[in-house]
């Protein structure tokens, strides 16, 4: 009976669902930036820590040079992830981000006159356990795995077992260097299951897709546009 009850409860979890991905409460610093005396906690909706410059004058930019994504190695990447895994994802997230952002701007690769440089690094990655991700979705009492994720998620903002991903990303005036914005964020992954988390990259791919469309998104804010703006889902 007992049997019959958990497959019944675990149906109904997948079928469920639940977010793919969601803001962290909280995140560090890896250096990347270098200065981040500007930042300032960010408002619901927005990146965790950030920095607009309210000299920039935004609208009078059409071109962006997008630079290839970084990936920091400093103590925030605790696993040892093959260089192939590392390589995919920052190669991901820059096709992510060109594919968003070429439909504003025109991409180009030289410094010159009404040009945004963005320089974007992932800092912090971590892979999800699919299994007991799937698993610990499964309500208490069916679940002693359930009660421990729901109560870290509620002291961290994040479910046992989930993936998560930090970036650090700047705009620069890319003939003068000028900063005019830059951010921290980070997402963890959702506790419902779904089709993506039944790889280990889910969640953090999750996050990237956000990232790249939630860019795209604050140009677009930046520029005074917003009834044009499609925020990211």
Not at 52 to 67: E, G, M, Q, S, V
Not at 129 to 147: G, W
Not at 191 to 205: A, F, H, I, R
């Amino acid at each position: 009976m007992f049997r019959r009850t958990f497959v019944l409860v675990l149906m109904i979890a997948v079928l469920a669902g639940c977010a793919a991905s969601k803001q962290a409460r909280n995140v560090g610093m890896s250096g990347f930036l270098g200065d981040y005396s500007m930042l300032t906690k960010g408002e619901k909706g927005q990146e965790l820590l950030r920095y607009n410059n309210p000299k920039a004058k935004w609208a009078t930019y059409k071109k962006i040079i997008l630079d290839p994504v970084m990936i920091w190695r400093d103590s925030k990447i605790r696993e040892n992830i093959p260089e192939e895994d590392l390589q995919r994802l920052a190669d991901y997230l820059y096709s992510l981000l060109y594919e968003e952002l070429k439909k504003d701007y025109e991409m180009v690769n030289k410094p010159g006159p009404a040009t945004l440089r963005l320089q974007v690094a992932i800092v912090s990655l971590e892979r999800s356990n699919p299994t007991l991700a799937t698993i610990s979705a499964v309500p208490a009492p069916y679940n002693v795995l359930a009660l421990g994720s729901m109560v870290t998620n509620m002291v961290s903002g994040k479910p046992l077992f989930v993936g998560e991903a930090t970036i650090e990303g700047k705009v620069t005036d890319a003939l003068t260097g000028e900063l005019l914005g830059a951010a921290v964020d980070r997402r963890v992954g959702g506790k419902g299951p779904s089709e993506e988390k039944l790889t280990s990259w889910g969640d953090v791919e999750h996050a990237l897709q956000y990232w790249a469309k939630n860019s795209r998104y604050r140009l677009c804010m930046a520029r005074g546009e917003k009834t044009q703006c499609q925020p990211p889902e």
